[in-house]
């Protein structure tokens, strides 16, 4: 079945509520959308949301590239060869992973649909669905805990807590939502690059009464080396973010000591499924667990990395709460939220419909 033609647009979605992180504020969702179209009428969705600050794209780049003209290659071209189009898509978007993100997606989407089969059986699920955490931003103890509260209403059982500006209100923050919030709540922590070694150290052992599962990127990429005065057992609750950007980092932070003991894989870093596997199949041979996060983004893009995810046998953690920020979404399917888990659909490709 042939592709027949293509179409991308850009969405600005406000979040629900602004939340702040270590080096910025957010107060909406700028997305790119890609719909690619089979000669028999099935569609295939994909979408983007790259962060500027981290992988050096822009919603509006990405936009940009996708009506560039370089689609109109896979005009007439087969779905079956889904993998090769990926491959020159890989190629042509070197360093873009948001527009390399947004054509994997749609083609995985489309190809799934062709089959009539989820994603995910085309790949193997490997795992059970396992709960995601919910991301509360930079805020003060009040609004902390308010939000803490909400989403424990909720169902969910998992609490990521943004940090990396004052070490000394971090702390206090953890430790007042550990007496709020109780032992069974798990608590994960996102410094966002902000702290340097002697306020990590200082978290580290502030923190062991409220018993952190996970921290994300404690300091700044470029200083990966200092996490080595850690201890092992320090280092094995680290999680690689914003140093983990392709496979070739996923190598590099592999090689022994391990700087860190989890990896963040984030679809709208590395540029989509075929590439995200590449990276969970390093860690695999290097013992390393897998963390699977997002941006701010569609429930498209959030169902195709829980999709992914499930294929993976050493995921371990999920942080795919992105679409769950936005004030609406123009996608609907892809999965339902039963006790804080994401349960895919079983539906063709991703299971998303445009609204």
């Known amino acids: 079945m042939k592709i027949h033609s293509y179409r991308a647009w850009l969405e600005n979605i406000p979040l629900s509520k602004p939340y702040s992180i270590a080096y910025s504020t957010s107060s909406d969702a700028t997305i790119?959308?890609?719909?690619?179209?089979?000669?028999n009428g099935l569609t295939g969705l994909g979408s983007a949301s790259p962060f500027e600050e981290v992988v050096g794209e822009n919603p509006a780049d990405t936009l940009r590239h996708l009506?560039?003209?370089?689609?109109?290659?896979?005009?007439?071209?087969?779905?079956?060869?889904?993998?090769?189009?990926?491959?020159?898509?890989?190629?042509?978007?070197?360093?873009?992973?948001?527009?390399?993100?947004?054509?994997?997606?749609a083609l995985h989407d489309a190809f799934g649909k062709f089959l009539g089969i989820p994603v995910l059986e085309f790949y193997g699920q490997?795992?059970?669905?396992?709960?995601?955490?919910?991301?509360?931003?930079?805020?003060?103890?009040?609004?902390?805990?308010?939000?803490?509260?909400?989403?424990?209403?909720?169902?969910?059982?998992?609490?990521?807590?943004?940090?990396?500006?004052d070490v000394e209100l971090d702390l206090e923050r953890m430790i007042r939502l550990r007496e709020?919030?109780?032992?069974?709540?798990?608590?994960?922590?996102?410094?966002?690059?902000?702290?340097?070694?002697?306020k990590l150290k200082r978290f580290l052992s502030g923190a062991e009464k409220a018993g952190i599962e996970l921290i994300e990127q404690p300091l700044p990429a470029t200083?990966?080396?200092?996490?080595?005065?850690?201890s092992d057992q320090q280092r094995s609750i680290l999680v690689a973010d914003e140093s983990l950007l392709d496979a070739?980092?996923?190598?590099?932070?592999?090689?022994?000591?391990?700087?860190?003991?989890?990896?963040?894989i984030k679809l709208m870093k590395c540029g989509g499924i075929r590439a995200?596997?590449?990276?969970?199949?390093?860690?695999?041979?290097?013992?390393?667990?897998?963390?699977?996060?997002c941006n701010d983004e569609s429930k498209l893009s959030i169902t195709a990395a829980l999709h992914v995810a499930l294929s993976c046998s050493n995921t371990r953690y999920l942080d795919l709460d992105g679409s769950l920020e936005l004030?609406?979404?123009?996608?609907?399917?892809?999965?339902?939220?039963e006790k804080g888990c994401l349960i895919p659909l079983d539906a063709p490709g991703f299971g998303c419909q445009l609204t």
């Open 67 to 105: 009506q560039s003209g370089f689609l109109g290659s896979f005009i007439g071209r087969d779905i079956r060869h889904f993998n090769q189009l990926i491959d020159e898509a890989t190629v042509h978007f070197n360093h873009l992973p948001g527009s390399l993100a947004a054509v994997d997606l």
């Open 180 to 198: 709020m919030a109780g032992p069974a709540i798990q608590l994960r922590v996102d410094a966002n690059q902000g702290y340097d070694l002697p």
């Open 126 to 165: 490997k795992i059970k669905p396992i709960p995601t955490s919910v991301t509360i931003g930079i805020k003060d103890i009040a609004g902390t805990l308010a939000d803490a509260k909400e989403y424990l209403h909720m169902g969910f059982q998992i609490l990521k807590i943004k940090t990396g500006v």
């Open 276 to 293: 995200a596997k590449e990276i969970a199949l390093l860690a695999q041979q290097g013992g390393i667990s897998l963390f699977w996060g």
């Open 327 to 337: 004030s609406k979404d123009i996608i609907t399917g892809g999965f339902r939220i």
């Open 223 to 230: 200083a990966d080396q200092d996490l080595l005065q850690l």
């Open 248 to 264: 070739s980092a996923a190598f590099q932070l592999a090689h022994v000591p391990t700087r860190y003991g989890v990896y963040n």
């Open 32 to 39: 790119v959308f890609l719909e690619l179209t089979l000669e």
